[in-house]
């Protein structure tokens, strides 16, 4: 397994330089002592509890896994006593509301820790990681009986949330769930029904695990209109906020999967169990469409994770390893071969590492502060900063995963042989980066909400909203210097407007041509996102070379370069197979399909 070294360097300059976090937080109501020093100070302690603490247990719980008995689910070792230390540290609250015992702090810093453990050891962090998507649902729509009971100890870590949607006849398409709410004389329910692929269902590492759960009430309309949200704890909570009698929540089983084996997937029976209902009758689906938002960005962060470990395990292989002389010729002239950095292919593999990882970052960490902005600014800067969020969450959810998985597998490729065998760790890696493109929506999910509901949904007024923001940047920045970035930019976003005109106007006459489309669609916009941010590193590294730290911004606008010429160009793909239609697609007859 790659030695993990948290890219501190790489954070501050994103953080700091590029997002002018200092600044903007200054600007911002209830967080103007959020100062560069007590930021990096935090990041500082971060860095070394997820390189001392989590990543030397990456490979362990990768091999031992979790192991279940009789409804009772134990992690791997060293995992409960990390979580301990995690809670004991104050790395739960961090990010969390002050009125419920958080600490306050900016949703990017939450973010950027998050970075800093799910790389070091991603199995681990899905234990904590939900929880911050039920800390927002209860904050958002639970009445305040149910924030005085269950905020508190879920917001320091003592317990942790799940999220509970999926059952075996329903995925993705939640109007079929069956699970059922009966309601009780004392305002409370009696749950019924079962979930899979729940997370962190069932585990040894917190005292009480809170579900928050999706069922229908009797008599409810059919479909998505007919859903509740509630919530459902393992431990019953008394009235003062401690822990009661044992709910009927049991864990019949846990998945045998792929990858991230440290983390428990669990299979959960709700007999007759005690839930609260959340929010309004019938509701539940928009209610948890706020969990399901939180978590979309956690889990790009998860993509960004991958890309980055599977980059610095392949740098320092491809540093070390010796193969074959270079082209140009001998660079290590006193040994039997080169290594392998010199040669071409190799260098294509690790700058598009390079490029995902640092275009993602520099992607996801300015949606956080968009989830601050909708936070806490003024009511036309939130506006304007939730609908930004609502174009871009689903494509840093789908594209980032799947950037960071194409980044993942790039690492095993760099190892050749090495890369595929257990020792070296890098297939580890790739295991699992797979899910987090299936999970909080899959790709293609995530690809008909962006030009389903997002941009064709909203007559093109959130896209808009975005692609003003390029035409400023690029007017506002435009000059000799510059052009090999704007001049680009410029004419990617008119094409943008206008290929997204074009299958609104198909879909008008075939829906098909959306859905055809989608896919495509979503990697077209990942491309020109990424875009936008890589041409604002370079901008600012011309700025900045002749400083003290000139290698730096040298290499970010090598980059830049790099995946303006060779990474941008991916979108000529997309956007022939967008004008392509849907026939290809549809015309085969279903029982054409055949073996």
């Not at 979580?83 to 609250?93: D, R």
């Not at 995946?563 to 997309?574: A, W």
């Amino acid at each position: 397994m790659p030695t993990y070294k948290a890219p501190l360097r790489e954070i501050h300059f994103v953080m700091h330089e590029l997002l002018e976090s200092e600044s903007f937080y200054k600007r911002l109501p209830g967080f103007e002592d959020v100062t560069r020093d007590l930021m990096d100070a935090i990041l500082k302690e971060a860095a070394r509890f997820s390189e001392d603490v989590l990543a030397p247990l990456n490979r362990q719980g990768d091999e031992q896994g979790c192991s279940w008995d009789d409804g009772e689910v134990m992690t791997p070792d060293g995992f409960a006593a990390a979580y301990k230390q995690y809670v004991k540290n104050g790395w739960a609250s961090l990010a969390a509301d002050r009125e419920h015992g958080g600490q306050g702090m900016p949703n990017l810093l939450g973010t950027i820790v998050n970075e800093l453990a799910g790389t070091a050891n991603w199995s681990w962090l899905m234990y904590p990681g939900l929880s911050h998507g039920a800390v927002k649902t209860i904050e958002s729509h639970g009445d305040p009986d149910q924030q005085r009971k269950f905020l508190p100890k879920l917001i320091t870590g003592e317990w942790t949330g799940t999220m509970c949607l999926t059952e075996s006849q329903c995925g993705s398409d939640l109007g079929l769930l069956q699970t059922k709410a009966e309601p009780q004389k004392d305002g409370s329910y009696i749950l019924s029904g079962t979930k899979i692929f729940i997370s962190a269902g069932e585990h040894d590492m917190a005292e009480n695990i809170v579900h928050i759960v999706l069922a229908r009430l009797p008599d409810a309309p059919a479909g998505t209109k007919g859903i509740s949200l509630f919530i459902v704890p393992k431990y019953n909570v008394e009235n003062d906020g401690g822990i009661g009698s044992r709910n009927n929540v049991l864990c019949t089983s846990i998945e045998k999967k792929m990858g991230i084996h440290g983390s428990a997937t669990c299979v959960l029976n709700f007999d007759e169990a005690k839930g609260f209902l959340i929010g309004p009758e019938n509701k539940g689906l928009a209610c948890m469409f706020t969990f399901i938002n939180t978590s979309r960005i956690g889990t790009a962060i998860q993509g960004l994770a991958h890309a980055e470990l599977s980059f610095q395990g392949a740098l320092s292989y491809a540093k070390d390893r010796l193969a074959m002389r270079s082209l140009a010729g001998p660079v290590n002239a006193d040994g039997p071969a080169d290594p392998i950095i010199v040669h071409p292919d190799i260098r294509r593999m690790l700058l598009t590492q390079k490029a995902l990882s640092e275009g993602s970052r520099a992607f996801l960490y300015y949606l956080s502060q968009l989830g601050d902005l909708v936070d806490a600014g003024d009511e036309e800067r939130a506006r304007k900063a939730n609908d930004l969020m609502a174009l871009l969450t689903p494509i840093g959810k789908a594209f980032v995963t799947e950037s960071g998985f194409e980044a993942a597998n790039l690492g095993i490729q760099i190892y050749g042989g090495h890369g595929f065998i257990r020792e070296w760790g890098m297939e580890q890696i790739v295991r699992d980066a797979r899910i987090a493109m299936i999970y909080e929506g899959t790709t293609g999910i995530q690809a008909l909400d962006l030009l389903g509901r997002k941009v064709l949904g909203s007559g093109g007024k959130l896209l808009v909203g975005f692609t003003t923001i390029l035409e400023n940047f690029c007017d506002e920045n435009l000059n000799e210097e510059t052009a090999a970035f704007i001049d680009p930019l410029k004419r990617y976003k008119d094409e943008w407007l206008k290929i997204s005109m074009e299958i609104g106007e198909r879909a008008i006459k075939d829906p098909n041509e959306a859905g055809a489309a989608a896919y495509d669609y979503l990697m077209y916009s990942g491309y020109i996102v990424l875009g936008y941010f890589w041409a604002r590193m370079a901008i600012l590294s011309q700025k900045k070379i002749g400083s003290s730290d000139t290698s730096f911004y040298e290499a970010k606008l090598i980059t830049a370069k790099f995946y303006f010429e060779r990474i941008l160009p991916r979108t000529r793909y997309h956007c022939e197979s967008i004008s392509s239609g849907a026939e290809n697609l549809m015309d085969m007859p279903a029982d054409m399909f055949s073996i």
